[in-house]
C-alpha cells in the first residue's frame, strides 16, 4: 500500500496593513506634506490678475471743484454787491451793462492777444531746433527775456508812443510779454527728445516732416501746453493794463474804483479778474490732459 505525498497547505497570505496615517497627516490642507518632520507645501500658480484699465482722465473732482468754487464766490460777490450801498458815482460805473462790456472786453483781450502768441513762438520754436537755425536760438531766447524783463506798464507806455493809443497796442504790448513761456517751452520740449528716437523714425523711412508730426511734436505736447497754459494765465493779467492805453478790459473798473474811490468798484472788478484768470487756467488744464498722450502721462 502506497502512501501519497503529504500536501503542503500553505495559509493564505494576509495584505500588509497600511500604516496608520497620523491624525497629524490627516488634519493637512491639501497641497502639503510631511518630509522628515517638516511640512513643506506645494507651490499653487496664482491667477494672474486681470489687467487694470487706462486710468481716467476726468476725475469728477478735476471737472466740479473749480467751477463750484468759481460759482460760490461769483455769487456771494453778487449777493454783496446787490446789498451794499452804491451811490450815484458807483451806479454809473456798475449799471448799464457796463460791467458785461468790461467782462467781453477782457475775454476778447486775452484771446486775441494769446492767439498770436500761439501763432508766432510755436512755429519759431520749431524752426529754432532745426539743424540750420539752431545757431540762432540764443539770440531769439535772449530778446524775447527782455520782452518779459521789462515790466508791463513801462513796454505799454512805450508802445503807446510809437503805435498810440487803441486796443491794438494793449495786445502788441501782451503778445511781446507772453512770447516767451510758449517759446522756451517749444524749444526745451523738442530739444529734450532722446536723438535715437528721431534716427529711428528717420531710418524706418519717415520724411523730415513725418518725423516732426508723429514722433517729436507728439513727445514735446506736455511742457508746450505747460507754455501754453502760463501765457494764457500770464495775458488775463496783463490785461488789466490795457486800460492805461485805451484798450478797456476789466482794468476800467479797477482804475475807476481807485480813482473815485468807490469800494464796490474796485472790489467787482478784482474779483471778475481773479475769477477768469482761475477759470482760464482751469479750462487750460483740462485742455493740457486732454491733448497729452496717454503714454507721456505722469499720476495725474
Keep these: 500500500m502506497t502512501r501519497n505525498p503529504p500536501l503542503n497547505h500553505e495559509p493564505p497570505r494576509r495584505p500588509r496593513p497600511e500604516p496608520p496615517v497620523p491624525s497629524s497627516d490627516k488634519d493637512r490642507p491639501p497641497g502639503e506634506h510631511d518630509v522628515k518632520g517638516h511640512a513643506f507645501r506645494d507651490e499653487e500658480e496664482e491667477p494672474a490678475p486681470p489687467p487694470a484699465g487706462p486710468p481716467r482722465r476726468f476725475t469728477w473732482r478735476k471737472l466740479v ?11 456771494v460777490t453778487y449777493l454783496w454787491i446787490t446789498n451794499v450801498h452804491l451811490d450815484s458815482i458807483a451806479r454809473n460805473s456798475l449799471t448799464g451793462g457796463n460791467v458785461q462790456l468790461r467782462w467781453w472786453q477782457h475775454v476778447r483781450l486775452t484771446a486775441i492777444s494769446t492767439f498770436w502768441v500761439l501763432i508766432i513762438a510755436i512755429p519759431l520754436g ?21 520782452g518779459q524783463a521789462t515790466p508791463a506798464i513801462g513796454l505799454l507806455a512805450l508802445l503807446v508812443i510809437w503805435l498810440g493809443i487803441g486796443p491794438s497796442t494793449a495786445i502788441i504790448g501782451m503778445v ?5 513761456p510758449v517759446f522756451s517751452n517749444t524749444v526745451a520740449g ?10 529711428a523714425s528717420r531710418g524706418i523711412g519717415m520724411s523730415a516732416t513725418g518725423t516732426l508730426t508723429k514722433v517729436e511734436l507728439p513727445l514735446a505736447v506736455p511742457l508746450i501746453l505747460a507754455g501754453v497754459r502760463t501765457a494764457l494765465v500770464l495775458n488775463v493779467g496783463t490785461a488789466t493794463l490795457a486800460t492805461f492805453v485805451g484798450g478797456g478790459g476789466l482794468g476800467d473798473l479797477i482804475t475807476s474804483g481807485i480813482q473815485t474811490q468807490r469800494m464796490p468798484v474796485l472790489v467787482l472788478g478784482s474779483v471778475l479778474t481773479v475769477v477768469l484768470a482761475l477759470l482760464v487756467d482751469w479750462l487750460a488744464s483740462l485742455v493740457e490732459v486732454a491733448l497729452t498722450p496717454r503714454g507721456l502721462e505722469v499720476g495725474r
Design 65 to 75: 471743484v473749480m467751477p463750484v468754487a468759481l460759482a460760490v464766490v461769483l455769487a
Design 126 to 146: 520749431i524752426a529754432l531746433t532745426r539743424r540750420r537755425l539752431s545757431k540762432g536760438a540764443p539770440v531769439v531766447t535772449a530778446v524775447a527775456n527782455i
Design 176 to 180: 511781446i510779454y507772453a512770447v516767451l
Design 190 to 199: 523738442l530739444k529734450a527728445i532722446e536723438p535715437n528716437l528721431v534716427e
